[in-house]
């Protein structure tokens, strides 16, 4: 019989009850965006608003920024609470569902919530973590409802392009089932982003938030895009949960929206930078495996010697350094590594993991 359980998400309690350290790769989003460099006037908010199923002006720009009809969003607390809908509503008890493999935890503690069987397919890093259509092939059953990927992949930040999507939807099509991205880190390609997937077809679901590219964290403003039938079922799943979003956030999230090619160039300015700092510390490393994303605020590199469990224990201990350990993505050989904080904190943490790696390239050494 299926059931639904759940120990709720180890990854979620690991990343909000981690040690605090000064240098902080862990994150995976650009650094907070202040308030004070918003045009806010207290005025321009209120603390009630009138609207049942979503603020609307909210609502329409997130339309315009996506290039789709307004009915097609339904907003949502960030992209998790987008992830939670998509699936509340597009998964029952019992149904299969396939998922990427690594990926985000929280994806997977919500499908078992939901009481789904969940299969998975390989990304694997020797194949520059790309989508192997012929192995969705292979898992994909007829009990299949629905697909689930992240692009841009968490973790390892490699980006799905429109030919592997659109194969991907056809295999989904032909097993009537359905596809949900997580496009959250799609937004770190800024002015270079491609269409959200909703636009290959209305099989397509698509979840995204303001969290990771932008800094805008705090104001939860997640979406997902959706076919007009399906986001009315998302709505009315909502009404069981949240009901409505603080009204304060919904102004706050607009006034962010209307600016947001300057939010946009803080953050690419500082991706660019950080970017040129990972990979000179990714050229000085022979201990390490990887593969190097074009865009993104993550790296996935594998340790090729020693562990890594040892590793966080030093960095965190000796280093004031933190990263994520891979086991919770399933790979404990592989640990994540996040671009997005302060240049100076990013190019120290870089320099702090790297002393951590010699220390224990060295003690593996001496243990022979
Ligand atoms: C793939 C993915 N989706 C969703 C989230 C959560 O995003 P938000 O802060 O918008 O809820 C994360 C956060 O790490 C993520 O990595």
Known sequence: MPSRTTSGSPY???AKLRAEV??????????????????????ELEINGTD?????????????????????????????????????????????????????????????????????????????FRIDLEEVERQITPRTKLIVITNLHNPSGAIADQ?????LGNIAKHANALVLVDEVYLETLFDQRPRPALHLGEHFLVTSSLTKAYGLSGLRCGWVLAAPELAQRMWHINDLYGVN???????????????????????KHL????RRTQDAFLASRSDLEYHRPEFGTIIFPKLSRGRVD???????ERYETSVVPGKFFDMPQHFRVGIGGDPEMTREGL??????????????RSSY
């Open 12 to 14: 979620m309690q690991f």
């Open 22 to 43: 000064k240098y902080d790769l862990a994150a995976s989003g650009v650094m907070s965006y202040p308030l004070a460099e918003l045009p806010v006037r207290l005025e």
């Open 52 to 128: 049942a199923y979503g603020y609307t002006p909210l609502r329409e720009r997130l339309a315009k920024l996506n290039g789709v009809p307004t009915e097609c969003v339904v907003t949502a607390a960030g992209t998790s609470m987008a992830n939670h809908l998509a699936l509340a509503a597009t998964v029952e008890l019992g149904d299969e569902v396939l998922v990427e493999h690594p990926t985000y935890e929280l994806l997977v503690s919500v499908l078992d919530y939901l009481g789904a069987s969940v299969r998975y397919f390989k990304r694997r890093m020797e194949d520059g």
């Open 163 to 167: 030919e592997t999507l659109c194969g």
């Open 245 to 267: 979003a603080a009204h304060p956030a919904e102004l706050l999230s607009v006034i962010a929206l209307d600016n947001l090619d300057r939010v946009a160039a803080r953050a």
């Open 271 to 274: 991706l660019e930078t950080n």
């Open 310 to 316: 040892e590793l966080y224990r030093w960095l965190t």
């Open 351 to 364: 320099n702090r993991l790297g002393l951590a790696l010699d220390e224990l390239g060295n003690s593996s």
